[in-house]
């Protein structure tokens, strides 16, 4: 092949295929290519009707980065690409301007791309079109978290038809997969993609701001580049959206740094006076020309450099790439949510995310041990260890668990770098699957722990442990925040969601079953608080407390069982038992006398 491929090529490839004698031939092909050379290529193949020896892409070679590692994902997937689809990747590709080339060529290198042979034309041709102005890297958050990264590009703005299309392609149909996230963009505009969140963003959004940006004339589509790279209003994609409503608020001169802007100034001065110096030529008044010549030698002795900065500095100026900017005007906010959003722009008619869910005034020990029972399979001895921490009379406590382990921890303990309870956050704070809640007890009444309990963010929690953490212990406080922001459900509610997907691990789930631990099981039953429920293939089956005597529960599905939700009353039952025997095991220690070893 050669070393230098000819600028009209897109991608070479190598052939290889059967010939005369079954012997391997081996052929280039440089893509595009004419139709009479791609028959030729068939022919040769013994691809004419009659025989059906198959060939195969041995190599390729392209000056486009990125182009040959997404024809080879597309292969991986299928059973290779055709000479004819190759012809059409790179026909779209050899339309491209230099600029739309450069684009294609930085999409191409997302991580992890998922295409097939219609995205990469998509592709190739929205940024053909230049209606491309940000493109996302969306992944499947459901399979990323089975351990199958599965992503793709969306070009935007774009119609929700074509959105929704190219999301199937990853299994993003609103069913059984909807939720994503975004691990990567690039834009049309300079430092746009650096203040594109990651997280707190919906394709809504981001197909609204797109569209916004499309119809922007060119000298605000350079302001908007200048307030961006400025640090103006491009906190969120809430202030990127009303960022482009309020261009006319800024003033762009071509200045690109503070000499140029002091000799800018300075030419500026000389248009506003040129007839008053016209004037003072002319005048026969005394002093007249010593003072022509005074203006001009302090223009030419004076510091452009300070001149541009000191001016900079009383305008609150930034100098960019784009040139020097200003703010004059008020800015107004007129989009606040995604709410606002206008209908055509809308991809996905999900619900809005609810709040972080919060329980007043609950048995807090009670509560925890019932919390555990509906995530997992947790034993006596986890949940006694939950009750004689809540049992210690602290104020706050952080609950985190990632679906197998559990820590509830003092929250000086969580901040106290070094300590058990702080390694678990910093390990698992970022788990997809993990929850966490943050506890503030009350009240202390008759042995009963009287609190509230509030879910929080894992990530965000995270982060302010990692920034806040000190060597040593430390008195630190929760946020009133993290229960004021949230909604008030009861108790059975809680459970209900947390339970959801412990049940969906079930062999045989069952969405309105609540799924309980082998231990909550066997003991709501041997007490017979409610009626308790194995799932078999054919649906729950109720189990009476003398099977759960008998049997002691053996069988392929031993962990397989579950409650109704109506029916949580034995579960609080277990629950208090399980936080009672604990308290009189205390007790008994507290009142024991000291023994001498």
């Not at 997404?70 to 026909?91: F, L």
């Not at 919390?371 to 809540?390: C, D, F, P, Y």
Request: net charge negative.
């Amino acid at each position: 092949m050669e070393e230098d491929i000819r600028n009209d090529v897109i991608i070479s490839v190598i052939y290889a295929y059967s010939g005369a004698n079954d012997e391997r031939v081996d052929e280039t092909v440089d893509f595009p290519a004419s139709q009479e050379t791609i028959d030729q290529l068939l022919r040769n193949a013994g691809i004419d009707g009659v025989h059906e020896r198959m060939f195969f892409a041995a190599a390729y070679e392209s000056k486009i980065e990125g182009l040959i590692d997404a024809v080879d994902s597309i292969e991986a997937k299928t059973n290779g690409v055709s000479p004819d689809e190759m012809n059409t990747i790179a026909k779209s590709v050899q339309s491209l301007d230099s600029d739309g080339r450069e684009r294609f060529a930085a999409l191409l290198v997302f991580e992890r791309p998922s295409f097939s042979v219609e995205s990469l034309i998509d592709l190739a041709e929205s940024c053909a079109s230049g209606d491309t102005e940000i493109c996302a890297f969306i992944v499947n958050a459901g399979k990323y978290d089975e351990g199958n990264s599965v992503g793709i590009i969306v070009p935007l703005p774009a119609t929700k038809e074509s959105i929704q299309a190219l999301m199937g392609e990853i299994e993003l149909d609103g069913k059984r997969y909807w939720e994503y996230f975004i691990s990567d963009y690039v834009t049309a505009i300079r430092g746009l993609d650096k203040r594109l969140p990651l997280s707190d963003v919906t394709i809504d959004e981001l197909n609204y701001l797109a569209a916004k940006i499309k119809n922007l004339t060119g000298d605000d589509r350079d302001v908007f580049s200048a307030a961006i790279e400025s640090n103006r209003h491009c906190s969120g994609i809430v202030d990127l959206i009303n960022l482009t409503d309020n261009l006319g608020c800024f003033s762009l001169q071509p200045a690109f740094g503070a000499k140029h802007y002091g000799e800018f100034l300075i030419d500026e001065s000389r248009a506003a006076t040129s007839d008053l110096m016209e004037w003072l030529a002319d005048s026969q008044e005394a002093g007249a020309q010593f003072l022509i010549l005074h203006v001009e030698r302090l223009e030419e002795n004076v510091d452009l450099e300070s001149l541009g900065l000191a001016v900079a500095k009383d305008e609150y100026g930034s100098f960019t790439e784009t040139g020097y900017i200003t703010e004059h005007k008020v800015f107004q906010e007129s989009y606040h949510e995604a709410e606002d959003i206008p209908h055509e722009y809308r991809v996905f008619a999900y619900p809005k995310p609810k709040a972080p869910m919060r329980v007043e005034n609950v048995d807090i020990p009670v509560l925890l041990c019932e919390m555990l029972a509906v995530t997992g399979e947790h034993s006596h001895r986890e949940s006694n260890r939950l009750a004689v921490t809540i049992s210690s009379n602290k104020t706050d406590y952080l609950f985190l668990f990632d679906g197998r382990n559990a820590v509830l921890a003092e929250t000086a303990e969580a901040y106290h770098r070094g300590s058990p309870e702080y390694d678990f956050w910093i390990l698992c704070g970022d788990n997809r699957k993990a929850r966490a809640f943050a506890i503030h007890t009350k009240d202390f009444v008759g042995g009963t722990v009287v609190g509230d309990i509030a879910e929080i963010d894992t990530v965000k929690q995270k982060a302010d442990i990692i920034k806040n953490a000190a060597d040593a212990e430390i008195d630190i406080a929760l946020s009133a925040s993290l229960f004021t922001n949230t909604r008030a459900v009861s108790s059975k509610e809680l459970l209900a969601d947390l339970g959801k997907p412990f049940m969906a691990q079930a062999k045989f789930p069952q969405p309105e079953f609540i799924r309980i631990g082998c231990y909550a099981a066997e003991e709501i039953m041997a007490r017979e608080d409610s009626d308790v429920y194995k799932l078999f293939p054919e649906g729950p089956k109720r189990l009476s407390a003398m099977q759960a005597i008998r049997s002691k529960l053996k069988s392929p599905y031993r962990s397989e069982y579950a409650v109704k939700p109506e029916e949580l009353y034995g579960l609080e039952k277990w629950a208090k038992r399980e936080v009672e025997s604990v308290r009189r095991a205390l007790e008994k220690i507290k009142n024991s006398p000291d023994i001498e070893r």
